[in-house]
């Protein structure tokens, strides 16, 4: 009986590595900082009573992580724009100040994209192909890979 409780404990305790092993077929979430590496294009953004064609009909925001230079840059579909990259694991920020260009901008999606950014303190990337930048439990921004 003891021999077999052994044997049991053995078997059980690499189960967990094989759930994890690469044969899944079944694509997740990820979280580390090395899925960020790459350009972004916003195609959606959270904001009440203003529609994403609205604030933008000429050109989308970009953002792009360039994770070993620990650095990120993009454009506003205005403005350009460059910092120091803050995320670790699942954690992310945009609220230590980094460059912005300041030419004058049509239309609130400048405003609304850069308070946004402000808010979001998590991300997600799904199949290597998209991006949620969340705030609290809601997701505030969605990109897609360039």
């Known amino acids: ?20 092993s690469k044969m899944s077929s079944k694509p997740a979430a990820t979280s580390s900082v090395a899925s960020l590496e790459g350009t972004w294009v916003l195609n959606y953004l959270m904001v009440p009573g203003k529609s994403f064609d609205e604030l933008y009909a000429d050109k989308k925001p970009e953002i792009t992580f360039e994770v070993k230079e620990n650095r990120f840059s993009g454009n506003t579909s205005c403005n350009s724009f460059s910092g120091k990259l803050n995320a670790d694991g699942h954690k992310i920020s945009f609220r230590d100040p980094y460059a912005m260009t300041r030419m004058m901008c049509q239309g609130d999606g400048e405003n609304v994209f850069t308070e946004a950014l402000k808010k979001v303190n998590t991300y997600a990337v799904s199949d290597g192909t998209t991006l949620n930048f969340i705030s609290g439990d809601i997701a505030m921004m969605r990109f897609t890979k360039k």
Do not use: E, Q, R, V
């Open 1 to 20: 009986m003891k021999k077999f409780f052994i044997a049991a404990f053995i078997c059980l305790s690499f189960l967990p590595s094989c759930k994890n």
